[in-house]
């Protein structure tokens, strides 16, 4: 089994930073694509950034240039740096990774998602 753990948000007036942190842990033999998504109240989830295991990025347009992704292969763990925040940027954050595990009959890959971490921006 695999278990995934967000730390990092809290409420920052507008303009402010965060930096949100998902560790990865368990029968894990590698951890693929990793993404984090969020979910404002009356509105879907939808896909903030992704990280591939070559560090290839994604954003949606929103966050481009404000949000930067990345990850720590060594410590199983993606980061979300939140910068110049907006009221719009407040949701629950939740941390998204396709893990492939060993099994006794070889590997077998899930994906697997965190508890979430609200972030709320307002002044």
């Known amino acids: 089994q695999v278990q995934l753990v967000e730390s990092g948000g809290g409420l920052v007036q507008p303009g402010g930073s965060l930096r949100l942190s998902c560790a990865a842990s368990?029968?894990?033999?590698?951890?693929?694509?990793m993404g984090w998504y969020r979910q404002a109240p009356g509105k879907q989830r939808e896909l903030v950034a992704a990280i591939s295991s070559g560090a290839n990025t994604n954003y949606a347009d929103s966050v481009k240039g404000r949000f930067t992704i990345s990850r720590d292969n060594a410590k199983n763990t993606v980061y979300l740096q939140l910068n110049s925040l907006k009221p719009e940027d407040t949701g629950v954050y939740h941390c998204n990774a396709g893990v492939t595990s060993y099994s006794g009959t070889g590997r077998y890959t899930d994906d697997y998602w965190g508890q979430g971490t609200q972030v709320t921006v307002s002044s």
């Open positions: 368990g029968n894990i033999f590698r951890i693929n694509t």
